[in-house]
């Protein structure tokens, strides 16, 4: 719990009930937690705030979901977890586009939502947390240092940041497409087989020569076990 001191949420609802219930739940895991019954007000309260997380409710009388995402992108460095009552793909994709960072279904389970919020620091401010342990990994982003089964291993800026997000998203299936976008930036124009071959000098590092810890997709992309 510790670990969590000084990481801020902020709980953005117009049910008091799963306002209160996501409140008490999430003080009680450590975190720093302010709620809003309204997009208004979290608009305001978040620029006095600042949270490093908000959780965001789709369909709000007034502000929706949409709109305080996009202003909250806008003027904040945060992580945002929309909350949404219905499963359908037009919302999911409005809301990314605008710059959501996950997207969770009603009904969830409290787990669920803690484990997505998990992966929002470790991905976006694992310097919160200083050392990120994720099975035989170890990642410092504070010395951008990584290390595998005891021993740290030598990496240049663009392996540690590409080891670092597929490490972080353990067990999902990257394509080339997202790894360019995510670690090499959105107006990279080289070729995609540069992924290649960091990867190949990535499981050269790591001694893979099976493949068992970096798997290659056939046509679908690379996935890191972390096991």
């Not at 929309?82 to 499963?87: C, E, H, I, N, P």
């Not at 050392?131 to 410092?140: A, K, T």
């Amino acid at each position: 719990m510790n670990q969590l001191r000084g990481i801020k949420l902020l709980l953005v609802d117009d049910e008091p009930n799963i306002l209160q219930f996501l409140e008490l739940g999430l003080l009680n895991e450590g975190f720093d937690v302010q709620t809003a019954p309204d997009g208004i007000t979290a608009v305001t309260l978040a620029k006095q705030f600042q949270p490093h997380i908000v959780i965001l409710d789709v369909m709000m009388p007034g502000m929706d979901g949409f709109e305080v995402c996009r202003l909250l992108k806008k003027t904040e460095n945060v992580a945002i977890i929309m909350l949404t009552a219905r499963d359908e793909v037009d919302d999911r994709v409005k809301g990314l586009t605008l710059g959501a960072d996950d997207y969770v279904v009603k009904p969830f389970s409290f787990e669920e939502l803690l484990a997505r919020i998990h992966a929002r620091i470790r991905n976006q401010f694992p310097n919160l947390l200083g050392e990120v342990m994720i099975g035989p990994f170890r990642i410092d982003d504070r010395r951008k240092e990584i290390g595998y089964r005891g021993r740290v291993l030598e990496l240049s800026p663009t392996e540690y940041e590409l080891l670092k997000f597929m490490v972080i998203n353990h067990g999902l299936v990257l394509s080339k497409s997202v790894i360019l976008d995510k670690v090499w930036g959105y107006d990279f124009g080289g070729e995609e087989n540069i992924v290649e071959v960091y990867i190949r000098s990535l499981r050269d590092k790591l001694q893979d020569k099976e493949h068992r810890v970096i798997r290659t997709l056939r046509g679908a992309g690379y996935r890191v076990d972390a096991t």
